[in-house]
């Protein structure tokens, strides 16, 4: 049985940035959509697509102004955020195929091994069905949504998975071209989202974890390049008269879309008397695309960062991430504290009360949600392929390929990364260019 909220309140009032002294775990909610631009949330400066629910988790929670990306794509940002460790110690370091082997450490096996229920939605892209790597056989009690990460571009699909089984979407019809179907009647969000909000409800009475991986406001790629409108949503919204082109029509109405939802699972969390032992974290995968008819200036989705998907300049990497716990975190509070994805496993560990893995990348950002004096990393550092980029204080060090010369910037001062100043400053070149090499091999 949960224990009242206002007596959980007075225990969580009392608690040191160390440990987390309560009688039962607090739940745990982590929210990534999929190609969310930095710039894309009224919260961090959209002027024209509405996010007021979404903006009400950030007047409510933490705003973090410096947190980054596993990644500049999708499935290797995934790998850093499960296992913890930074794409230069995973083993891809771009969208390749990759199944997690059996017996692979996570935070969800860890936070399952604590005593959570485990539950996840969306997109997963590291194990197809019937190997290792599928989420039933990763941690998870329960799993529903994609598999393929390239199905996933197809939010009309003919099935979804639910665990290991596959759940037809009706009304749908796949055509013969890839991912672009001929009938759409079903939309995968709106179910994924469904069963999230059945997952919470099944395990109100027992500490959970949702990994929420939305795939909106993802393009249909292979859709995008059949029609022109990659941007496949069942409807417009407020936007249908809007005089825009119609991808972009279809990119508002998705995020639109996505925070209707999102205000809908705070109000579930409310009406189960959740809210107040809920850690609910809400970010994006990567960097904006410019894909499927979309472009990325229509609604300045980088903001003031240079570059999107797939770039390593922050325009690429640098992504939305609110935070809100009651009673832990300062409503209305941000931090500009310098963290990424494979920061999540070692909070969640300590969270959880256990010990994180001894090989991990990460730095728990719990001091910093409870307003506590945070550690810092030395550095942090992403490889895609070979382009490489490594932030190390206001310092930001980025090579676009391997025969070009080393890029640096000074974030402080320099946010959008429009001045190379490497040439004045040799030694720190010489600095980035060490670490580089120590996470290439």
């Not at 400066?45 to 007021?52: L, S």
């Not at 974030?411 to 030694?427: N, R, T």
């Amino acid at each position: 049985m949960r224990i009242g909220s206002f007596v959980l309140t007075l225990i969580i009032c009392c608690l040191s940035h160390s440990t987390i002294s309560a009688a039962e775990l607090p739940n745990i909610i982590y929210i990534m959509v999929d190609d969310l631009g930095y710039g894309d949330l009224g919260c961090y400066g959209q002027k024209t697509i509405q996010t007021p629910h979404i903006d009400r988790l950030a007047q409510e929670g933490m705003r973090f102004t410096d947190h980054y990306a596993g990644h500049t794509v999708c499935r290797p940002s995934r790998l850093v955020l499960l296992t913890g460790k930074h794409s230069g110690n995973t083993p891809i370091h771009g969208n390749t195929q990759y199944h997690f082997p059996a017996g692979t450490e996570t935070v969800t096996t860890l936070l399952k091994d604590a005593g959570y229920v485990t539950g996840g939605v969306g997109k997963w892209a590291l194990g197809t069905p019937g190997s290792e790597g599928v989420p039933s056989r990763q941690g998870f009690d329960y799993w529903f949504g994609y598999l393929d990460q390239g199905r996933a571009h197809n939010f009309y699909p003919a099935y979804l998975w639910e665990n290991e089984e596959q759940y037809i979407l009706s009304g749908n019809v796949e055509g013969p071209k890839r991912n672009v179907s001929t009938q759409r009647v079903t939309y995968s969000h709106d179910v994924m989202h469904t069963k999230a909000m059945n997952f919470i409800r099944e395990n109100a009475r027992n500490p959970f974890f949702l990994q929420a991986h939305y795939t909106i406001p993802h393009t249909n790629n292979e859709g995008g390049r059949a029609t022109g409108n990659g941007q496949e949503v069942p409807d417009h919204g407020q936007y249908a008269g809007k005089d825009w082109p119609e991808p972009e029509k279809g990119f508002a109405a998705m995020i639109s879309r996505l925070d209707r939802d999102i205000g809908a699972m705070m109000k579930l969390l409310k009406e189960l008397k959740l809210d107040k032992i809920t850690l609910v974290i809400f970010t994006s995968d990567n960097g904006p695309h410019q894909e499927g008819g979309h472009k990325m200036e229509f609604f300045n989705s980088n903001g003031d960062l240079r570059g999107y998907k797939r770039d390593l300049y922050d325009g690429g990497i640098r992504v939305p991430m609110i935070a809100r716990w009651p009673g832990v975190i300062k409503p209305g509070s941000e931090s500009n504290h310098p963290s990424a994805f494979w920061d999540f496993l070692p909070t969640a560990c300590e969270i959880a009360r256990i010990k994180p893995p001894v090989d991990t990348d990460g730095i728990s950002y719990l001091p910093t949600l409870q307003g506590k004096t945070q550690s810092q990393h030395e550095y942090l550092f992403w490889r895609a392929g070979q382009k490489f980029a490594v932030r190390q204080g206001d310092w930001k060090a980025v090579r676009i390929n391997d025969k070009s010369a080393l890029e640096l910037y000074d974030l402080s001062k320099d946010i959008g990364e429009q001045e190379d100043i490497a040439e004045k400053h040799p030694e720190l070149v010489g600095e980035f260019e060490a670490i580089i090499a120590k996470h290439r091999q």
